[in-house]
């Protein structure tokens, strides 16, 4: 098993670092980013990675790694703080600088209309959040996320608990 | 009535499909005789002009695209630039414009956009939700203006009431699910037709690649210690 950690957290957050040093201690293989050390911009809603340069977005920062990890590692741990009970907008941006790994193409799965996908992968992703989450509602969000791009969602942890992850990867 | 409209899209306001919806239903509020003000979060100068008129007035409308399930991270940046009204009786609603057809798509925004008022010392005042916008701009300003016309009706009775009636509503999103029968005709001759006009629309905009190309393909897996 490798990992892919993507922290919106400060690196210097001692719960953050307790969870990465716990992480990557458990896996073969591992990656962290520290998103407050990048630059990663919001999602324009331009469509260029769908309609004008597919697959590749038109804003040119560091959400490539990102984009790229999400290919190369079995698994994506995603450590984020909270806003409003839901994930915090650094972490909110992070997530909508996905949409290149979807085509603009549709297709119907389970009902629902959604966006073939771009890449033949099974992306799964964790999420760890410190502060007042609402975790029922994080899960809920998490299966949603995942669906629209062909992923699973291996479920939503307090930070404090991420031992409990390892049940999952 | 004064209605405080706040734009939670990320996209230039002239290229905007949330813009043209705004101008639609801010058309149906002036009817009656009522006054809107536009802020539009994409441009960040006016952050500071927004965050007054939020604090300023008691009606408050955010009007933002669906962006993977949720409302769009600038918009939540702008959120968590807010304080709690000090006193009750501002009221805040919403407007989900989506892509897909489906109102169902929506539903994990608007469970979210739900419980965000009262985290605000606010009220909640509904969410209207709408979907097949994504070629609002794309076919022009007839056929475009077209698809955001019934929002001016929408603007008429949101200020009739004060609120979105969930009543109204429900009317207005549209089916949850798409009838099997709809569903089928997507496969076959349906999908060849989808990924024939949508390559038209990427030529006509400059794309000279494949839709589903795949950049990142050369990227290859992270091999395991031995």
Same mark, same amino acid.
């Given at each position: 098993?490798?990992?892919?950690?993507?922290?919106?957290?400060?690196?210097?957050?001692?719960?953050?670092?307790?969870?990465?040093?716990?992480?990557?201690?458990?896996?073969?293989?591992?990656?962290?980013?520290?998103?407050?050390?990048?630059?990663?911009?919001?999602?324009?809603?331009?469509?260029?990675?769908?309609?004008?340069?597919?697959?590749?977005?038109?804003?040119?920062?560091?959400?490539?790694?990102?984009?790229?990890?999400c290919l190369q590692y079995d698994a994506v741990v995603l450590l984020s703080g909270t806003s409003f009970g839901f994930i915090h907008s650094a972490m909110k941006n992070v997530i909508d600088r996905l949409l290149p790994l979807a085509t603009m193409y549709i297709c119907v799965q389970d009902g629902q209309i959604r966006h073939v996908p771009r890449y033949q992968k099974d992306y799964r992703f964790i999420l760890l959040y410190s502060g007042k989450?609402?975790?029922?509602?994080?899960?809920?969000?998490?299966?949603?996320?995942?669906?629209?791009?062909?992923?699973?969602?291996?479920?939503?942890?307090?930070?404090?608990?991420?031992?409990?992850?390892?049940?999952?990867? | 009535m004064h209605l405080t409209i706040i734009s939670g899209a990320a996209r230039p306001q002239s290229r905007s499909n949330t813009a043209r919806i705004i101008e639609a239903f801010s058309e149906g509020i002036h009817a009656g005789g009522h006054t809107t003000e536009v802020?539009?979060?994409?441009?960040?100068?006016?952050?500071?002009?927004?965050?007054?008129?939020?604090?300023?007035?008691?009606?408050? =409308?955010?009007?933002?695209?669906?962006?993977?399930?949720?409302?769009?991270?600038?918009?939540?940046?702008?959120?968590?630039?807010?304080?709690?009204?000090?006193?009750?009786?501002?009221?805040?609603?919403? =407007?989900?414009?989506?892509?897909f057809p489906e109102a169902s798509q929506s539903r994990c925004c608007e469970r979210f956009l739900k419980?965000?008022?009262?985290?605000?010392?606010?009220?909640?005042?509904?969410?209207?939700?709408?979907?097949?916008?994504?070629?609002?701009?794309?076919?022009?300003?007839? =056929?475009?203006?077209?698809l955001v016309q019934p929002f001016t009706d929408m603007g008429r009775l949101f200020a009739e009431y004060g609120e979105f009636r969930p009543e109204i509503v429900s009317g207005f999103a549209g089916p949850e699910y798409l009838p099997e029968k709809q569903l089928r005709q997507m496969g076959g001759m349906g999908n060849y037709i989808q990924r024939w006009s949508m390559r038209i629309v990427a030529r006509r905009l400059g794309c000279r690649e494949k839709l589903d190309a795949k950049p990142y393909h050369e990227v290859s897996p992270v091999q395991r210690k031995q």
């Open positions: 098993m490798n990992l892919m950690i993507v922290s919106t957290l400060p690196a210097n957050d001692p719960q953050a670092q307790k969870a990465v040093r716990f992480l990557t201690s458990k896996v073969d293989c591992s990656r962290v980013f520290y998103t407050e050390e990048m630059k990663i911009s919001p999602c324009l809603g331009c469509n260029a990675c769908w309609l004008k340069t597919p697959g590749k977005c038109a804003l040119h920062d560091d959400y490539e790694q990102i984009l790229k990890g989450g609402d975790e029922e509602y994080l899960k809920y969000w998490m299966e949603r996320f995942t669906l629209n791009f062909y992923g699973k969602s291996l479920g939503v942890f307090p930070l404090e608990k991420c031992e409990e992850t390892l049940q999952c990867i | 802020w539009y979060l994409s441009d960040r100068r006016q952050w500071g002009q927004a965050r007054s008129a939020f604090e300023k007035n008691e009606n408050i =409308l955010f009007a933002l695209p669906l962006y993977v399930e949720n409302i769009p991270g600038l918009m939540l940046e702008f959120l968590e630039g807010l304080s709690p009204k000090e006193k009750p009786g501002t009221k805040m609603a919403f =407007l989900i414009q989506g892509g419980t965000l008022p009262q985290q605000l010392n606010c009220a909640h005042a509904g969410t209207l939700i709408r979907g097949n916008m994504f070629g609002v701009r794309l076919l022009g300003k007839k =056929l475009g203006g077209r």
